[in-house]
């Protein structure tokens, strides 16, 4: 069936669909990582966004239980040069094709992706409308046009979690599959949940932590109560300064407890210590970002997922920049410089991605191990 891609400022493409039937609209965003497109399915730090990815060929490994990073798929829609309805792997449970078509994610392949990011590259991210319904493009351009972008948007209530509740579960083993923590917990942390992503979980119960996860909104005062070892602030979708209330929370916990901030608990962070944001052109999508450690001079090669970045503090800020990008001299990690606090803008839980930047997570624990109740 045909399905058409039209983006707001009048640029379509024509391709085949597969997935669910319908239409989708939000910002088109491209990811430059070669496997793990289950992963980025299921990262809720996608809500509100569609996702192009570079790698030609996708669905080539179907799906299965296991890579699943949230409770379901938050991707919007799903744009793809080329989609293998044969896949073959071991592990594989399902195709692509049936698990988006179950979770009503529109999807288009058969495009020349490699023009749609150079496109997206220069004129940067912006909002579009994916459909296999019989509309003319100058219709779609116009639904695109009037579609609401990201920022000013809080997605955070859409993707957090309802409830508190506590996360067993550890890290993948080869022949085990996912293991649980071993031996009693040494550390009590609590994790915000602005949309995180499972294996963050995996990693911090992999690092001796029993982990209580809760929704964004939690008062500061009732974390204080269970009076936990530290604080966890998550990745999640969107612009940072439309979650004002996360800012706030954050800044009643500063100096209580040691904190660690990844992705868009990074950004909240940096504004509760008084920073700013901005949006980037296209923001940075993929697994292949390198990343200074200015603390060791070593370079990381880190995934991301991200549309906004944060302002460098001032020299007379009480925050300093710790870690910077490569390509574009963007903050990409900041520490407090007298209280247990810092934070990344990248993904070290490798899901999917490289592990270089996994040692954070040992990191944290050291922070708690000399800054005890």
């Known amino acids: 069936m045909k399905a058409v891609l039209a983006l707001a400022d009048g640029r379509t493409f024509v391709g085949r669909s597969f997935g669910s039937q319908g239409e989708a609209a939000g910002e088109v965003v491209f990811n430059t990582s070669m496997t793990g497109y289950q992963e980025i399915l299921t990262d809720p730090s996608y809500q509100g966004q569609m996702v192009a990815m570079t790698y030609p060929e996708i669905g080539n490994v179907g799906v299965n239980p296991e890579d699943v990073e949230s409770r379901k798929p938050f991707v919007g829609g799903f744009i793809v040069k080329e989609y293998c309805p044969a896949p073959s792997n071991w592990r ?80 993948w083993i080869l022949g085990k599959g996912y293991g649980s923590r071993r031996g009693a917990a040494d550390f009590f942390v609590v994790a915000y949940d602005y949309g995180i992503k499972n294996n963050i979980l995996r990693n911090l119960v992999e690092r001796g932590f029993r982990v209580r996860v809760v929704p964004a909104s939690t008062p500061a005062e009732k974390v204080l109560e269970w009076n936990p070892d530290g604080i966890f602030l998550s990745n999640g979708p969107g612009d940072p300064d439309a979650v004002p209330y996360a800012k706030e929370i954050v800044q ?6 040691p904190i660690f901030g990844i992705c868009l608990g990074h950004q909240i962070l940096g504004l509760a210590l008084g920073g700013k944001t901005y949006k980037l052109k296209f923001g940075h999508h993929g697994g292949n970002q390198p990343v200074m450690d200015l603390t060791t001079r070593k370079v990381e090669i880190t995934v991301q997922n991200h549309g906004f970045a944060l302002v460098a503090p ?54 708690m191990e000399r800054h005890g109740n």
């Not at 909002?127 to 509309?135: F, I, N, Q």
């Not at 009643?252 to 407890?257: A, D, E, Q, S, Y």
């Open 92 to 171: 594989c449970t399902r195709t692509l094709h049936a698990y988006m078509s179950e979770h009503g994610i529109v999807g288009i392949e058969g495009i020349d992706t490699r023009s749609l990011v150079r496109h997206l590259r220069v004129q940067g991210s912006q909002v579009a409308v994916l459909s296999t319904l019989d509309r003319s493009p100058d219709e779609m351009v116009a639904r695109a046009k009037v579609s609401p972008g990201l920022v000013g948007k809080d997605l955070v209530r859409e993707v957090t979690c309802r409830e508190p509740y506590d996360w067993e579960e550890g890290t």
């Open 252 to 257: 009643k916990l500063i100096g209580k407890k």
């Open 314 to 367: 001032s020299r007379e800020d009480a925050a300093e920049v710790t870690h910077v990008n490569l390509n574009d001299c963007t903050v990409e990690g900041l520490a407090h410089r007298n209280l247990p606090i810092f934070s990344v803008q990248y993904h070290p839980e490798s899901s999917p991605g490289p592990h270089d930047a996994n040692y954070l997570f040992h990191r944290f624990r050291k922070m």
